[in-house]
């Protein structure tokens, strides 16, 4: 597990002035202060059977789970894999005495970390946004504490159900030297979740889960959840599996 | 003599074609090795197999007593390798670009400026890479080759962008680090002329074969020695050496190239001439190029002989 550990610094380190680290917090930022922008607009306060926190948490996260989650892991994972691509990293990896599957394991977790900065973020932003609109707007009023708990169990689901969406587009950018399949993937499968959304096969397009696992049924967050999550979890140990036995100096 | 890199029947196939076919190579141990061979004649291809970059088709591969497709990471722990362009992060600076390998190859931090001020980077260490020159570049490529001491350095092209003056600062550095600090170098390269002044031993590759290897002396001697003769009538001393199974041939300079082999060789141009009556002013002979071996070796290689 050394090679394991290592290998994983070394993507860390490599992050440093990168568009894939500052992605992580413009994506999210960029939904809350929508969301605040949204509020800022509202013309009367909250009826007594809505909470505000919790209000603010699920339209921003609902924004997040569809668009904003989707082409920001697209961007992300990409860029962290274009980094070899485009720098015959793939070549300079090969030299060093690791083991080769720790690299792609290492690039995984590492894209995987990124996913969950963002969605932290995310959650750090909500808190920040609704109090910045409690602050500006006179009508709303945050009269409770911020129920921690059911945001934090609600943005777990909605990060779990996206790990499917990530290693799909963890394995298309590690396998595609060109930046623009990955991209277009991620595009694609967000595009088509507008159409996927009204149907019965809905819950099991993993552009869609996000979204299943945060305003569906019991059942069908259920199924979001696990099928996102642990459908994510065996592609990207497949990826890691598939890549390793590839040899870093064939071309293309 | 000891091989720090030994191949046995190495052979690399892309679909049908054979890319590198049954090399057998040996590298001494202290020797600068020029692997030579024209464009597309299999060396990077070569040198990926030997740095486990690519899974040979056939045969084997050990580097420093290591069998590179069994004990991957103990082989390469005590290798460098420069292959293609310098693979660099154009976004960290040169620094963090040899961090990265300072943390993969475990080595201390110290390391990281002994490497920079070796390539003559001392000062350059906090830029970051995408503002450095091409030659810069290529000089932080060889950092990171350098950076845990390696005892065998690979180099593929290493020559490649370098201005002149950057070319003989890279030969230094390689004759450098073979006669200070013992380290083995193979270096491939299309530029006979710069291996010719550094290398110890030679492995010509042409077609994916291996035409030749040894001592840089033995691949001269492997062509005949040109005399040249200035004499009052070259015509005449043409006629007369062709008599006795010679060949001369009149160069624009007046001189004329005589194949000779030996010390008895030119004796008797000299004998010959003279003793026809002719005033013989200039009698050389000229040392066989790497050239003239290289070229004589890969010429007439047919198409797919590889295959």
Known sequence: MRGLAVAVRIELLKLKRTLALATCFVAPLVVVALQVAIWLRMKEGFGADVEPWLAFHKNALSMWGVFMLPLATALVVALVSHAEHANQGWLRLGVLPLPRWCVPAAKALVATGLLLLATVVLLLGCLGGAVLADALHPKIALETAAPVATMLGRTARVFGAALLVLAIQNAVSLRFPSIVVSLGTGVAGTFLALFASGSRLGPYYPWLMPLHALHGKEEAVVLSVALGAAGGLVLLALTVALAARRDPGLKG | ?307
């Open chain 2, 1 to 307: 003599m000891e091989s720090v890199v030994t191949t046995c029947g190495l052979t690399y196939r892309y679909g049908e074609t054979a890319v590198v076919s049954g090399v057998d190579l040996a590298v001494p141990r202290g020797s600068v090795y020029g692997f030579v061979g024209p464009n597309g004649a299999g060396k990077t291809t070569t040198i990926k197999l030997l740095l486990g970059l690519l899974t040979p088709s056939g045969g084997s591969v050990e580097l420093l007593g290591e069998p590179v497709n069994g004990r991957r990471s103990a082989a390469l722990a005590r290798v460098g390798a420069l292959v293609e362009s310098p693979a660099l992060y154009p976004h960290l600076t040169a620094e963090e670009n040899l961090r990265l390998d300072q943390l993969a190859r475990g080595v201390p931090r110290a390391n990281v400026e002994r490497a920079l001020a070796a390539v003559g980077l001392a000062g350059e260490g906090k830029k970051l890479v995408r503002r450095f020159s091409l030659g810069m570049k290529q000089r932080l490529g060889l950092a990171l080759a350098l950076l845990h001491a390696p005892s065998l350095l690979v180099l593929d092209e290493p020559s490649n962008g370098l201005d002149p003056a950057g070319v003989r600062e890279l030969r230094e550095t390689i004759r450098r680090l073979a006669a200070e600090e013992g380290i083995t170098v193979l270096v491939s390269s299309h530029i006979l002329a710069e291996l010719e002044s550094v290398a110890t031993w030679i492995g010509v590759l042409a077609r994916g074969r291996l035409r030749f290897q040894g001592p840089l002396e033995e691949l001269k001697g492997t062509q005949p020695g040109v005399l040249g003769v200035r004499v009052d009538d070259p015509a005449r001393a043409q006629a007369l050496l062709r008599r006795v199974d010679l060949s001369a041939t009149l160069r624009p300079d007046g001189l004329l190239a005589v194949g000779v082999a030996g010390r008895e060789g030119i004796a008797r141009v000299n004998t010959l001439l003279v003793g026809e009556g002719l005033a013989v002013s200039h009698l050389a002979l000229e040392e066989a190029s790497l050239e003239r071996a290289f070229l004589a070796l890969v010429a007439g290689v047919p198409e797919g002989a590889a295959a």
